[in-house]
């Protein structure tokens, strides 16, 4: 059966589930799971040093999205030593992993010093990929073109399935709404993100890209018909979040002076609403997340609790089954 679906018709997802898992499109493509290590490689943001912009986007507190062992004063293999120790207690079943460049923006630098960071993740053993966060204004030819000469570079001795790195390329693309893209400090607009997929995946490279549900000024209709707009890029994966209000940012000040600006879901309600996006969102698509975890003492107000991904997850997947839903069912 073909990977996309049209009206009723329905395709064959990885490991059973009713949309395309980041996870299981993973383990059909290489024969196992892999396990994302965040790293902290120092970066900036050319929205915070005055390059495009100063403060940042409004949302934004790095602190609050990587883990304990992810710190920017440690070394590339000090840190994925640490973050294979702290995995393999918690997902057992990992195959090998992936050194995630998370924070910031990670191509923003000289490309001698991006090769030096990639070099050394990948000399790790256990390691047999990178996946390189950034904004799409930090990307230019001479820096896709290394990517994907080091797709290319065989490793001196197979790493189980891997003969060659898998590189991954996501961007942080929050909206598909220039309006909201300036209004929470951004500094580029949509065009630039479709630009800068697009030239990724003209050079083979797996691409993602993140969107945040929830921002101010958007309602869940506004949401909703970005779904066409992501289908045309020619993307690997998504992650989509919904919007969590971090202590001290700017956004926090907005939505205490401005409340009627944001959508706030219940549980239930985001469910039904991710429900809505998958049934929009072409079947080759791989979902990487649906909902984001934001340790608590960043967060002015957890609305949900304390409840963790995985259990978002189950929870949508029971609602897609009861729902007889499914990823792509309204294109």
Not at 94 to 113: C, D, E, I, V
Not at 132 to 150: H, I, N, Q, Y
Not at 235 to 264: D, N, Y
Not at 305 to 310: E, T, V, Y
Request: glycine residues 8%; hydrophobic residues 35%; charged residues 25%.
């Amino acid at each position: 059966m073909s990977s996309e679906v049209i009206g009723k018709s329905r395709a064959e997802f990885p490991d059973g589930k009713r949309y395309r898992s980041y996870v299981g499109w993973f383990r059909q493509k290489y024969g196992e799971r892999l396990q994302k290590l965040v790293i902290d490689a120092g970066f900036t943001c050319p929205n915070r040093d005055g390059t495009v912009g100063t403060g940042g986007c409004t949302f934004c507190d790095n602190a609050a999205f990587h883990p304990g062992y992810s710190l920017p004063g440690k070394s590339i293999t000090a840190q994925l030593d640490e973050g294979i120790a702290f995995h393999r207690v918690r997902y057992r079943n990992a195959g090998h992993y992936l050194a995630y460049f998370q924070s910031y923006s990670n191509t923003y630098a000289p490309l001698p010093r991006l090769r030096e960071l990639w070099d050394e993740a990948l000399s790790h053993p256990d390691v047999v990929g990178i996946v390189v966060g950034t904004r799409p204004d930090c990307v230019d030819g001479e820096k896709l073109d290394a990517l994907a000469a080091l797709g290319e570079r065989k490793f001196e001795e197979p790493r189980g399935s891997f003969e060659r790195p898998a590189v991954v390329v996501e961007y942080g693309v929050e909206s598909c709404c220039d309006a909201t893209l300036r209004h929470i400090n951004r500094g580029h607009d949509f065009a630039c993100a479709r630009r800068a997929v697009e030239i990724t995946a003209e050079r083979g490279i797996e691409c993602g890209a993140h969107f945040i549900f929830g921002l101010p000024g958007e309602t869940p209709g506004m949401m909703l018909e970005e779904c066409s707009l992501i289908n045309a890029l020619p993307l690997t994966c998504v992650k989509f979040h919904q919007l969590q209000i971090i202590r001290g940012t700017a956004m926090e000040k907005e939505e205490a002076s401005f409340p009627e600006r944001f959508t706030r879901w219940t549980l239930d309600e985001y469910l039904d609403f991710i429900v809505s996006v998958l049934q929009r969102l072409r079947p080759s698509l791989a979902i990487e997340r649906v909902a984001g975890e934001v340790p608590p003492r960043f967060v002015n107000c957890s609305r949900w609790g304390l409840i963790r991904n995985c259990e978002i997850l189950r929870l949508l997947d029971e609602r897609l089954e009861r729902l007889d839903a499914w990823q792509g069912q309204l294109l």
